[in-house]
């Protein structure tokens, strides 16, 4: 298999992860009038196809350990369960998640929910395998959930100054859905913390899964749970009314492409994060800090809601001061995140 060598292609890697996971949901912006829980199938689907072809390509060229399918035939039982539950899981959390998203923009989807998860994730992640320097690691999480509660601020400014314009039925609408958008991101984000240690120790011990393997094992996870957790949320809908199988058939190819899209475009920033995970321990990077580093596509997910879907426009200067901070905080803690192997106490 591929695997990289020194911090700075480890560094790329993470950069990578980051990029794809602020961007993919874009696809839901594109696909007008498409509804997110549609959208998912193919998602799914996209997941699964894009670790497939990872791992026919660069999970089997190279010489850096077991190919692809060797990885997979050796495997043990406990490292498969682990992988494919961390697929189940984070499944269950992302369409919390993108349901917040769909409705209270990505700028309050990403920062509250992916950010929850940097932190529960970062704090798992190192009691699984410490490494690199805890000081700069934690001290660079704590920025992170102070650009959290920025952002909330920056929210509820949003909506001070918002509730003179419209009537008074479109202000308690925009209100109510900003609320249930925070509580979707809150519990989706903490459990969205959760799925990379379970992926962590699907690699453990000797008949654990190389990081192309695991990613084909954990995206199992999500296209078999898509078809009983999505379902779910369709009968009993985030927002909107009830959607049945057939409404998903009769989307046309442009909305099925975009979600094919979306998942290929999520699988390649997670794989990429999964093969950072496994560089060489000489290295100090381990999965907490590569982790961490790939969410910074908290930050990537706020900029596209803000320059790219406008969704803090009208908000004043309050806002936008408030919106500056955060994205400053955000800055910082990756910053000490991404030196923190630099500097790891021996």
Request: hydrophobic content about 50%.
């Given at each position: 298999?591929?695997?990289?060598h020194?911090?700075l292609?480890v560094?790329m890697?993470?950069?990578?992860?980051?990029?794809?996971?602020?961007?993919w949901?874009n696809v839901?912006?594109?696909a007008?009038?498409?509804?997110?829980?549609l959208?998912?199938?193919d998602?799914?689907?996209?997941v699964?196809?894009?670790?497939?072809?990872?791992?026919?390509?660069?999970?089997?060229w190279?010489a850096?350990?077991?190919?692809f399918v060797n990885?997979?035939?050796?495997?043990?039982?406990?490292?498969?369960?682990c992988?494919?539950?961390?697929?189940?899981?984070?499944n269950?959390s992302?369409i919390l998640?993108?349901?917040a998203?769909?409705?209270?923009?990505?700028?309050?989807?990403?920062?509250i929910?992916v950010g929850l998860?940097?932190?529960?994730?970062?704090?798992?992640?190192?009691?699984?395998?410490?490494?690199?320097n805890p000081?700069?690691?934690f001290?660079?999480?704590?920025?992170?959930?102070?650009?959290?509660?920025?952002?909330?601020?920056a929210?509820?400014a949003l909506?001070a100054?918002?509730s003179?314009?419209?009537d008074?039925a479109?202000?308690?609408?925009?209100?109510?859905s900003?609320?249930k958008?925070?509580?979707?991101a809150?519990?989706?984000?903490l459990?969205?913390?959760t799925f990379?240690?379970?992926?962590e120790?699907?690699?453990?011990?000797?008949?654990?899964l190389?990081?192309?393997a695991?990613g084909?094992i954990f995206s199992?996870g999500v296209?078999?749970?898509v078809f009983?957790l999505?379902?779910y949320f369709?009968r009993?809908?985030i927002?909107?009314?009830r959607?049945?199988f057939?409404?998903?058939l009769?989307g046309?190819?442009?909305?099925?492409f975009l979600?094919i899209?979306?998942?290929?475009?999520?699988?390649?920033?997670?794989?990429?994060n999964f093969?950072?995970a496994?560089?060489p321990k000489?290295l100090?990077?381990?999965?907490?800090?590569?982790?961490?580093?790939?969410?910074?596509?908290t930050?990537?997910g706020a900029?596209?809601?803000?320059?790219a879907?406008?969704?803090?426009?009208?908000?004043?200067?309050?806002?936008t001061?408030?919106l500056?901070l955060m994205?400053?905080f955000y800055?910082?803690?990756?910053?000490?995140?991404s030196?923190?192997?630099l500097?790891?106490?021996?």
């Open positions: 298999m591929t695997l990289p020194t911090y292609m560094l890697l993470t950069i990578l992860t980051m990029i794809c996971w602020g961007s949901t839901l912006k594109f007008k009038g498409w509804r997110f829980e959208l998912y199938y998602y799914s689907i996209g699964a196809l894009g670790a497939l072809l990872a791992g026919l390509t660069f999970g089997t190279g850096g350990g077991l190919t990885d997979l035939s050796h495997a043990g039982t406990i490292n498969i369960i992988g494919f539950a961390g697929g189940v899981i984070f269950l992302n998640v993108v349901g998203i769909a409705v209270a923009g990505m700028g309050v989807g990403f920062p929910g998860a940097l932190v529960v994730g970062v704090i798992w992640n190192y009691i699984v395998n410490p490494q690199g000081y700069l690691l001290a660079g999480v704590a920025l992170v959930v102070a650009a959290i509660i920025v952002d909330a601020i929210y509820r909506a100054s918002k003179d314009t419209g008074k479109d202000v308690i609408a925009r209100k109510a900003t609320w958008g925070i509580k979707l809150i519990i989706g984000g459990l969205m913390g990379y240690p379970l992926v120790i699907g690699k453990k011990g000797e008949s654990g190389g990081p192309y695991v084909f199992l296209l078999v749970s009983f999505n379902l369709m009993y809908p927002e909107g009314s959607l049945t057939k409404d998903y009769k046309n190819a442009w909305v099925h979600g899209l979306g998942g290929l475009i999520w699988i390649t920033g997670s794989l990429s093969v950072a496994s560089a000489a100090q990077i381990g999965p907490a800090i590569s982790y961490a580093i790939g969410q910074g596509s930050m990537v900029l596209w809601g803000v320059l879907w406008k969704e803090f426009a009208g908000g004043g200067p309050r806002v001061r408030l500056v994205f400053l800055l910082a803690g990756l910053i000490l995140v030196i923190a192997p500097y790891a106490i021996q």
